[in-house]
């Protein structure tokens, strides 16, 4: 059974950074694509950041330079690092892996709030 267990969210100020972290289980962690995704009120869920195997990385355009994916194989742990956070960031946050690059990719965390307002 695979779990995704995403943390590290909350309310935090414009212009501050936040640090989610995933925990995976019951997956091959080391082979996974690891992904996160986030839906805002209203709004439809889109791709935030994305990590393969071989560590190459995809971010949504509205991240690069604020937002860094990274991943530990030895705690099958993916991290998201979110910097200089903008209210239009603020969504659900959710962590997503897949075997074999697909999309939308096969698994999901429950989610996690990110709230950016002064």
């Known amino acids: 059974q695979v779990q995704l267990v995403e943390s590290g969210g909350g309310l935090v100020q414009p212009g501050g950074t936040l640090r989610l972290s995933c925990a995976a289980s019951?997956?091959?962690?080391?082979?996974?694509?690891m992904g996160w995704y986030r839906q805002a009120p209203g709004k439809q869920r889109e791709l935030v950041a994305y990590?393969?195997?071989?560590?190459?990385?995809n971010y949504a355009d509205s991240v690069k330079g604020r937002f860094t994916i990274s991943r530990d194989n030895a705690k099958n742990t993916v991290y998201l690092q979110m910097n200089s956070l903008k209210p239009e960031d603020t969504a659900v946050y959710y962590c997503?892996?897949?075997?074999?690059?697909?999309?939308?990719?096969?698994?999901w965390g429950q989610g996690t709030q990110v709230t950016v307002s002064s």
């Open positions: 997503t892996a897949d075997m074999y690059n697909t999309h939308p990719p096969a698994y």
């Open positions: 990590i393969r195997r071989d560590y190459s990385t």
């Open positions: 019951g997956i091959i962690f080391s082979i996974a694509a």
